[in-house]
């Protein structure tokens, strides 16, 4: 590949899987799934790594970044349970309450 044509280093990734009643998509390793394809894709395309940027609240996430090779983070697990007993905030983040987390491919 010559100089010219090389892709960026890194690749940023955004996921969405939705879930709107009366189908419930979240929680069915849907957003795992989209992750690896995406992760085959930028890798097959020459990136580096890719970039993921989340909510620190966002244990889905932050458990696929966990999945993809990505930094484990010690709060994850804290998050996730905050999360399932409902105490964690659904409104009132901003730009501060969020992390951008490194994957190298």
């Known amino acids: 590949m010559s100089e010219s044509s090389r892709a960026p280093e890194a690749c940023e990734v955004a996921l969405l899987v939705a879930d709107l009643p009366p189908e419930t998509y979240q929680s069915r390793g849907l957003g795992t799934r989209l992750a690896d394809l995406i992760a085959d894709l930028a890798r097959d395309a020459g990136f580096a790594s890719l970039t993921v940027t989340s909510l620190w609240t966002n244990w889905r996430m932050l458990l696929i970044v966990e999945h993809l090779g990505g930094p484990v983070l010690p709060q994850t697990s804290y998050v996730r349970?905050?999360?399932?007993?409902?105490?964690?905030?659904?409104?009132?983040?901003?730009?501060?309450?969020?992390?951008?987390?490194?994957i190298v491919l």
């Open 81 to 102: 349970n905050m999360a399932l007993l409902g105490l964690l905030p659904n409104s009132g983040l901003d730009v501060a309450d969020e992390i951008e987390l490194r």
